[in-house]
Nanobody, 125 residues
Framework: EVQLVESGGGSVQAGGSLRLSCVAS????????MAWFRQAPGKEREGVAF????????DYADSVKGRFTISRDSAENTVALQMNSLKPEDTAMYYC??????????????????WGQGTQVTVSS
């Protein structure tokens, strides 16, 4: 069982920044593909960013490229999502997700078996 705990959400004005963090179970860390998803009210869950188990490969949704950066810290078993130049359309519940290797390309929610409880991000105009 993989346990994921997110933190770092909040409210910010457009153009601002937030940093989300997700801590994963220590003993499984090196075997996990990690990703961030988001879901706004009335919309489907959307893949935001992915990082491979080694950290060597990353991928982003087109809507966040150039603004968001995903990273992982093996010493802390943490994956972070740095969000800059936030827009009102980034408002959503953000979820950390994990799956065992081999990692799948793309950002499909169906690949991920483990999910955090979510952290709310609200961007006001």
């Amino acid at each position: 069982e993989v346990q994921l705990v997110e933190s770092g959400g909040g409210s910010v004005q457009a153009g601002g920044s937030l940093r989300l963090s997700c801590v994963a179970s220590r003993y499984t860390w090196s075997s996990l593909c990690m990703a961030w998803f988001r879901q706004a009210p009335g919309k489907e869950r959307e893949g935001v960013a992915f990082v491979s188990s080694s950290g060597a490969s990353v991928d982003y949704a087109d809507s966040v490229k150039g603004r968001f950066t995903i990273s992982r810290d093996s010493a802390e078993n943490t994956v972070a999502l740095q969000m800059n130049s936030l827009k009102p359309e980034d408002t959503a519940m953000y979820y950390c997700a994990a799956a065992y290797t081999p990692c799948a390309p793309g950002l499909s929610a169906s690949f991920y078996h483990y999910w955090g409880q979510g952290t709310q991000v609200t961007v006001s105009s």
